[in-house]
Antibody, heavy 122, light 107 residues
């Protein structure tokens, strides 16, 4: 069975950093692009970042560009999101999602994890 | 970035009703559009991809149509399990974007 499990969320002060992880199982992780998508409390879905299977194509939402870094370790079946200079508006449930194929554009997100919660507050 | 606008934001309907949710893109996304269903406390689930292709395991009462900038999701006969929030998403670009969501409520 295909599974994505996120971790690393928590309460952090504004301006500090946090690193999220997502471990994949049940599929050939290194064949697929991956995404981070977030959902602020009571709000809709916001795409945060995407990375191709080989890490050669990466994209970010304007709201996180320059502060967040996506990466992956195919040997460890793991996806990461390094979040720096965190702001109150970054408070959200962060989902890891699998693309249908090796690139993150032109394909939908067909498997989602259950998310990890990030709260940015002093 | 491509903006996605869904309507209505909230829809009240009864079991057995046929309902349609629309999604408009600020520029053409061809058929690079998906629909997701999200229930409270759960992760989103893809229903439709490539504007009209039904994801495996999704009931046939769900259907999608459209291309370019105008899209729709139709549920032919609402079931109790269908009351949820629905999102469209374009993936035509390297910056995918979601609509703001449509909450489908029981009338």
């Amino acid at each position: 069975e295909v599974h994505l499990v996120e971790s690393g969320g928590g309460l952090v002060q504004p301006g500090r950093s946090l690193r999220l992880s997502c471990v994949a199982s049940g599929f050939s992780f290194d064949d697929y692009a991956m995404h981070w998508v977030r959902q602020a409390p009571g709000k809709g879905l916001e795409w945060v970042s995407g990375i191709n299977w080989n890490s050669r194509n990466i994209g970010y939402a304007d709201s996180v560009k320059g502060r967040f870094t996506i990466s992956r370790d195919n040997a460890r079946n793991s996806l990461y999101l390094q979040m720096n200079s965190l702001r109150a508006e970054d408070t959200a449930l962060y989902y890891c999602a699998k693309s249908e194929a090796g690139t993150y554009n032109y394909y939908a997100m067909d498997v989602w994890g259950q998310g990890t919660t990030v709260t940015v507050s002093s | 970035d491509i903006q996605m606008t869904q309507s209505p934001s909230t829809l009240s309907a009864s079991v057995g009703d046929r309902v349609t949710i629309t999604c408009r893109a600020s520029q053409s996304v061809s058929t690079w559009l998906a629909w997701y269903q999200q229930k409270p406390g759960k992760a989103p689930k893809v229903l439709i991809y490539r504007a009209s292709s039904l994801q495996g395991g999704v009931p046939s009462r769900f259907s999608g149509s459209g291309s370019g900038t105008e899209f729709s999701l139709t549920i032919s006969s609402l079931q109790p399990d269908d009351f949820a929030t629905y999102y469209c998403q374009q993936y035509n670009s390297y910056s995918p974007t979601f609509g703001q969501g449509t909450k489908l409520e029981i009338k």
